[in-house]
């Protein structure tokens, strides 16, 4: 849970840095247009300003609003810096011409055909219209209305006529700008792989997946990216009071909201962890007397079947007919899975379940033998199946007559319970909204979990922990901590499940996804968030001003 809560916070840093990269940038633009009035430079600080937005947009840990429009801002603020760069041409040597890309000619036609391409991208992400029939024809054509892709163009493009202002023209302070934006590039590269994150390949869609390889690599390149951005803009500014001093207090503003919303949120998790961890607790309490009033219900049918008469008579007298009418009325009545009729051989009289199972022994059952020992018993008991296991509590109870000296003589025992299955656990989570699995030793016999691919349960898989096997299973204690359930990290309660004689012979695991708690974590982050930035942007005009007066002053 810490590891996505650091990765999160990690990529929030990461792209506020870059957002601050960009609006220095901006501000070093503006401040150039102030004075010289162009219309390239207007056009290349509003897409600095529109592209540190799409950054910041992309920093926020849920969306604030749809990715599709998210990413055409960053379309948009793309489209200005290339267009600046376009009616930009490149400064040379004298002597030299600018290279033929940069004649009006094809200047007009890039500008109306990006143009073009934004209008289709905005409409169909505004969803005006279906997508046009060539497309819908050919596939592979699809993937042309992506913003993403488009994006990974223009940048390509912003690219080129940067290294032809650095390589072919005078500018070579335009070196780190140039590298800024060919990392840029390359980050948008794997930000594109996103389009395939749901290939039905495994590998693909797992390499693919957020906070995995792809993401990391991605993310890695943009810091690189930010880190070549801020040394071009610092390389401007370092001669300059009033953009040092500005963008010294805008540094300081984004440290302090960053730092601020960090260790609030990272309070607020704190919080909620603590407050989950002591709902399980809770919910262990509530189980173990959810499982002893189970027992107490077990062990009183058991005890109200043993002496009713119609039983004792029909057992005294071995009548197979009598006893299977009674026990299976008074199974039905009593709401039990199971209950069986049992001489004082241990020999199966009947099954009021299962009429045709009779004759096979269960002297060796503790509880049996037990009962015929003249003591009420009530157990835990597994039993392995072929694939599966099955765990129940079981009660039994002596049924006593009068021998012919007038003496009490036990003459059989009624066994009867509950299976712990399917509907045992759907009924408690039911009731407590509780994920719950009952282990036979070590392997799952009954689980609320279902498997999203086939819609069954997750049944006969074996827990292989071995922190959780040592505690429970060896020790016979508890475990409160972290465990893996299909493969996704939770907070679990294991309890050890324990028979008459007091071995541990299963488990209870009850737990909570640890993306559950993130997520209510991330509902607060978003909140701090918002906040954070909304007094971020509000603090660019006080500190503005604030900087201008700091210069005028220094100045006089």
């Not at 960053?258 to 990272?266: A, C, K, Q, S």
Request: with cysteine.
């Amino acid at each position: 849970m810490w590891e996505q809560f650091w990765i999160r916070n990690i990529h929030y840093v990461l792209e506020t840095f870059l957002t601050f990269a960009l609006i220095t940038a901006g501000w070093i633009y503006i401040d150039g247009w102030l004075i010289e009035r162009k219309i390239k430079t207007l056009f290349r600080a509003s897409g600095f300003f529109i592209l540190a937005v799409w950054t910041i947009l992309g920093a926020a840990p849920v969306p604030i609003i749809r990715e599709t429009l998210s990413d055409l801002i960053g379309f948009a603020g793309f489209i200005f810096v290339l267009i600046s760069l376009l009616i930009d041409p490149v400064p040379v040597r004298p002597g030299q011409t600018s290279p033929r890309i940069f004649k009006k000619t094809w200047i007009r036609s890039l500008i109306v055909f990006l143009s073009l391409v934004a209008g289709l991208l905005t409409a169909r992400s505004i969803q005006v219209f279906q997508m046009p029939l060539p497309l819908t024809l050919l596939p592979s054509a699809q993937i042309f209305l992506e913003p993403k892709i488009w994006m990974l163009i223009l940048s390509a493009c912003i690219t080129f006529f940067l290294w032809l202002h650095y390589k072919s023209g005078i500018q070579y302070e335009w070196k780190f700008f140039y590298l800024g934006f060919l990392f840029l590039t390359l980050s948008l590269i794997f930000a594109g792989a996103i389009l395939w994150q749901n290939s039905p390949n495994v590998l693909v869609a797992n390499l693919l997946a957020p906070y995995h390889l792809v993401w990391v690599i991605e993310h890695a390149i943009k810091l690189i990216s930010a880190f070549a951005l801020g040394v071009w803009a610092w390389g401007f500014i370092r001669f300059r009071v009033f953009p040092q001093i500005f963008s010294s207090f805008i540094a300081l503003a984004f440290i302090t909201f960053i730092l601020t919303t960090i260790i609030y949120t990272g309070f607020m998790l704190t919080r909620i962890r603590a407050s989950t961890v002591g709902d399980l607790e809770t919910n262990v309490k509530t189980l173990q007397f959810a499982l002893e009033k189970v027992k107490e219900s077990a062990i009183l049918s058991a005890r109200i079947t043993a002496t009713n008469p119609q039983i004792r008579e029909a057992v005294r007298r071995k009548d197979r007919d009598a006893l299977f009418q009674n026990l299976n009325a008074l199974m039905f009545e009593n709401k039990t899975d199971f209950m069986l009729a049992i001489n004082t051989g241990g020999e199966v009289l009947i099954r009021a379940e299962d009429r045709d199972r009779f004759g096979d022994s269960l002297a060796d059952d503790s509880v049996v033998w037990r009962a015929l020992d003249g003591k009420s018993t009530v157990t835990i008991s597994t039993r392995q199946g072929v694939s599966i296991p099955t765990v129940s509590i079981k009660a039994g109870s002596p049924i006593v007559d009068t021998s012919e000296s007038g003496e009490p003589e036990i003459i059989g025992t009624i066994v009867t319970g509950y299976l712990l299955d399917l509907a045992f656990v759907d009924g408690i989570k039911e009731l407590t909204n509780l994920d719950i699995t009952i282990f036979a030793n070590d392997t799952s016999a009954a689980t609320t979990f279902v498997i999203s691919d086939t819609g069954g349960r997750l049944l006969g898989v074996r827990e292989v922990d071995a922190r959780i096997l040592n505690a429970v299973l060896k020790k016979g204690t508890s475990y409160l901590g972290s465990a893996l359930v299909l493969n996704q990290p939770f907070l679990a309660a294991y309890i050890p499940l324990k028979d008459v004689e007091n071995t541990t012979i299963g488990m209870f695991f009850t737990g909570r996804s640890q993306a559950a708690i993130l997520a209510l974590a991330t509902e607060t982050m978003q909140i701090s968030f918002s906040i954070s930035m909304l007094l971020m942007l509000l603090s660019i005009l006080p500190l503005w001003l604030l900087s201008r007066f700091i210069t005028y002053n220094q100045s006089v």
